[in-house]
């Protein structure tokens, strides 16, 4: 089946733009993940959905960010008035199963190479 | 603040020598993942470790998971060019309002040369 899909592949947008990436979850999965990456580094986490509802948005750098889920599928990361240090892979990730199983897995899309110039 | 410490950071090696990895905390992990990640695509998952002093084997990756689910390492046996990418551990506690997400570590840069 159709794995995790991100749009669009590279974004390079102008310092103060707003900007929206775009994630389709494999289907069925109730949890999505969101994340960052700096060039080098880890992964960051921004946001978890279960479903439509965000019960963990701790990792959200600022209010300039924000994301939403509709229908419990799409998910939509958006970032107001653009800065170079925005700059970065975004990720999307999703897993059948969020919460107090044991054990999950998550599956990443291929991210989003945003730049800001 | 990184709840997981992954060394060494970066690793080259040649063909055919063994090596570790390792993911430290101080904090008790309720599952601890091991992923792998080539550029400009997504981390792939190579293995879920739940059980403390669990062992998995991928052909020539083994997997450990310490008593005290704190730690882990992942042992690579006769390193080949294709084991080179990013490995990334990740880690999830399930209590209150961190239901659901992973801790990274920073990750290993793994070079394996012919």
């Known amino acids: 089946g159709a794995g995790v899909s991100q749009s669009p592949s590279n974004k390079v947008t102008e310092k103060g733009k707003d900007v929206e990436l775009r994630c389709d979850p494999i289907?069925?999965?109730?949890?999505l993940y969101w994340y960052r990456q700096s060039l080098g580094q880890g992964l960051e986490f921004l946001i978890y959905?279960?479903?439509?509802?965000?019960?963990?948005k701790s990792g959200l750098p600022s209010d300039r960010f924000s994301a939403e889920r509709t229908g419990g599928s799409v998910s939509t990361l958006t970032i107001q008035r653009t800065q170079q240090e925005d700059s970065a892979v975004y990720l999307c990730?999703?897993?059948?199963?969020?919460?107090?199983?044991?054990?999950?897995?998550?599956?990443f899309g291929p991210g989003t190479r945003l730049t800001v110039t | 603040t990184q709840l997981l410490e992954q060394s060494p950071q970066f690793l080259s090696i040649q063909e055919g020598e063994n090596l570790t990895v390792y993911c430290n905390s101080s904090?008790?992990?309720?599952?601890l993942q091991w992923y792998r990640q080539e550029p400009g695509e997504g981390p792939v998952l190579l293995v879920t470790?739940?059980?403390?002093?669990e062992v998995k084997k991928l052909k020539r990756l083994t997997f450990q998971f310490g008593d005290a689910r704190k730690d882990s390492s992942l042992h690579i046996t006769a390193a080949q060019p294709g084991d080179t990418g990013l490995y990334l551990c990740?880690?999830?506690?399930?209590?209150?309002?961190?239901?659901?997400?992973?801790?990274f570590g920073r990750g290993t840069q793994l070079t394996v040369w012919p």
């Open positions: 990730a999703s897993s059948l199963v969020g919460g107090i199983v044991p054990s999950y897995e998550q599956y």
């Open positions: 289907s069925g999965h109730t949890a």
């Open positions: 959905f279960q479903g439509n509802s965000a019960p963990d």
């Open positions: 904090s008790v992990f309720s599952s």
């Open positions: 470790v739940v059980t403390g002093g």
């Open positions: 990740a880690g999830a506690i399930f209590r209150g309002s961190t239901l659901g997400r992973l801790y």
